[in-house]
């Protein structure tokens, strides 16, 4: 496949038609993996002490980092200028799933 070209990446690399099923088995995999490896430390506990404004972005199908956290995270922030994006036709990984959405999102948040 030719690399260079951002089409030719995306359809080479991503699915065009998410499959949930595969989803939920991959993230059910990592998770295990992660567990395994370490204590599976989690950044929550840094977001309230975080003073600009965040971006959370999420995929409403990721099985790796479930939506709930999300969620979790977004209610920790201090900054009222935060912002939750749940991305509905994504799993883990919107930038690459859902990219023109993502970008605009990434884009607005930022000059704004």
Known sequence: PEYGNKEVFRSYF???NYDVTAAKISGK???LWLAL???HASVL???PNITQPILFIWGKYDFVVPPMQAFEAFGMAQNKE?????FNHSGHSPFAQQPEIFEETVYSFTHR
């Open 14 to 16: 991503f699915f065009s």
């Open 37 to 39: 490896q370490s204590e």
């Open 29 to 31: 995999l990592s998770n």
């Open 45 to 47: 506990s840094d977001i």
């Open 82 to 86: 935060s912002l939750l994006y749940l």
